[in-house]
């Protein structure tokens, strides 16, 4: 298994940037499609962005285009996601996940993913 500890998460004012980390344990971090998902007070959880094995590939949410950047260092064994232009109802706790699916296309399902970190907070006051 792979063990997944997010962080970079705060408090950030509407309009602002945060940049979110993942490190991941072992040695086989680039086997594992990597992905964020986030979930607000009240409602279910949501995938915002994925990377494949490579890097080369990703997909976002409809909402964050343009705005978010997914990245990964394999070497380092860790997952980025870069957020700019945070709104308000973008405040929840976001996850890293890490799944071992397709190498060539990006899960957009929380049953894509089999290993999940404990999240970190994301609040944008307005």
């Known amino acids: 298994q792979v063990q997944l500890v997010e962080s970079g998460g705060g408090l950030v004012q509407t309009g602002g940037s945060l940049r979110l980390s993942c490190a991941a344990s072992?040695?086989?971090?680039?086997?594992?499609?990597m992905g964020w998902f986030r979930q607000a007070p009240g409602k279910e959880r949501e995938f915002v962005a994925g990377?494949?094995?490579?890097?080369?590939?990703?997909d976002y949410a409809n909402s964050v285009k343009g705005r978010f950047t997914i990245s990964r260092e394999n070497a380092e064994n860790t997952l980025y996601l870069q957020m700019n232009s945070l709104k308000p109802e973008e405040t929840a706790v976001y996850y890293c996940?890490?799944?071992?699916?397709?190498?060539?296309?990006?899960?957009?399902?929380?049953?894509?993913?089999?290993?999940w970190g404990q999240g970190t907070q994301v609040t944008v006051s307005s």
């Open positions: 996940a890490a799944s071992l699916g397709g190498s060539w296309y990006v899960g957009k399902n929380e049953d894509d993913y089999q290993y």
């Open positions: 072992g040695r086989t971090f680039s086997s594992y499609t």
């Open positions: 990377i494949t094995r490579s890097g080369v590939s990703t």
